[in-house]
């Protein structure tokens, strides 16, 4: 089981009791800027949870326990989940890991106490870029030199 604490602009995840172990980790620490989406719907994941994965650092008995570090679909995923159904999903952008998939106490509070405090980037624009000030213009190009070269 894990425990989830945001504080400073940090989503911290606390890894707690034996799962320390069979994860190989204590804690991860995770920028707010960084998390693209939270969710409690887990029928998504449902299927990874109970197959065996090849590519691990951690424990793996398929629809019992899956904890640890496991590169699934193109990228790093970090798992501590006994029970799906007090799973929570976190997809992260700009992170070694490309989802956070944790057991918590509350699931639904979990998700509102992130999605709280996490705003998702919102396009400035209809072009689709995010940010406050439009690109700057490019200076026109010079003309050619007076000066001729030889050739050589």
Same mark, same amino acid.
């Given at each position: 089981m894990a425990r989830v604490e945001i504080a400073g602009g940090e989503l911290t995840v606390h890894v707690e009791g034996l799962d320390k172990v069979l994860?190989? &980790? !204590?804690?991860l620490h995770i920028p707010l800027a960084h998390v693209k989406g939270v969710s409690t719907d887990v029928?998504?994941?449902? #299927?990874?949870?109970?197959?065996?994965?090849?590519? &691990?650092?951690?424990?793996?008995v398929p629809g019992l326990v899956r904890a640890g570090t496991f590169y699934e679909e193109g990228g790093w995923v970090f798992w501590d989940v006994h #029970?799906?159904? !007090?799973?929570l999903l976190i997809e992260l952008s700009h992170e070694h890991f490309r989802q956070l998939v944790i057991q918590v106490p509350d699931p639904e509070a979990a998700a509102a106490s992130i999605s709280r405090r996490w705003r998702p980037a919102r396009p400035a624009d209809p072009s689709g870029r995010t940010g406050a000030s439009p690109p700057?213009? &490019?200076?026109?190009? &010079?003309?050619p030199s007076s000066r001729s070269r030889p050739p050589r």
């Open positions: 994860a190989l &980790r !204590s804690q029928a998504q994941i449902a #299927d990874r949870f109970k197959r065996f994965a090849a590519f &691990r650092v951690g424990t793996n #029970d799906l159904n !007090s799973a700057a213009a &490019r200076p026109p190009p &010079r003309p």
